[in-house]
């Protein structure tokens, strides 16, 4: 399984939603059962009952899987680029196609169990499931990321997210020449209820809001650079909001961002900069990374037209 949308074949056509899933994924029926009607197993981008009969060619998406009989295992095939530690705090750099911690479709292979094959008593940091995490990148954005090391360290850093005491700089291509060179999006942001995979912008979503700045502007095509920050955290928060105001990041397919007249096979979005107090010292700490090669080719490739 890797998380992708599943094509029923012709052979499972007529059978039961229940019964194929199980039969696709290897997963106990009951438990695939209790995913169903969870509204987490989606055919057609709709919600039906665990005996609907499927349709060859029907698209089943998984939203979520069982939950982990065993915690996450140390896997040290998984290459970790950490750019800082120390007892108490990783700062990591995340290619973009990285996992950041077990979920649906993804139980091993991920940023987690290479940390926990570098860094011994992560596992007992946080959340059993992902050992360390107090925040996420999405699969396909690259850049920084900082993992406790310690329950004490777990303890701060939460807390500065929750006060918003973190800074976290991104920087995203988007489409278009934006109306202002500088702003906030305020927007509450939901699960999307046409498409469960997605996130939207509801009004029964949580709050977010993000900030951005123009940094550049090329014409072949139009399209911008910007600095975004985020003031919260919320789920392709900067995806979905830059989406809602018809500037969606450059690449990303699933918020109308892939066009061929710039041609990406990931989002053009880049956690550069990473800003937080340390849990024991208290002193601020600061850390920037370039941007990854594919997208620094892309940016001299629009220069060159200008």
Known sequence: MNGEP??????LEGERLDRAVALITGWPRTEVQNLIE??????????VAKSHR?????????????????????????AV???????????????AGLVVHPGAGHADGTLVNGLLARFDGLAAVGERDRPG?????DRDTSGLLVVARTVRAYESLVEQLAARVVERRYVALVWGRLDAMRGVIDAPIGRSQARRTRMAIRDAGKPARTAYEVRAIFDDPVCSLLDCRLETGRTHQIRVHLSAIKHPVVGDATYGGARDSLPLDRPFLHAASLAFDHPVTGERVHFDDPLPAELERLLDELGARA
């Open 133 to 137: 995490i107090v925040h996420r990148l």
């Open 38 to 47: 969870a509204s987490s197993v989606l055919v057609d981008g709709k919600r």
């Open 81 to 95: 680029d950490v750019r800082y530690h120390d007892a108490d705090v990783i700062v990591v750099a995340k290619p």
């Open 6 to 11: 599943i094509v029923t074949p012709a052979a």
């Open 54 to 78: 499927l349709m060859a060619g029907s698209v089943i998406e998984l939203l979520e899987g069982p939950a982990p009989d065993a915690p996450p295992v140390p896997d040290p095939t998984v």
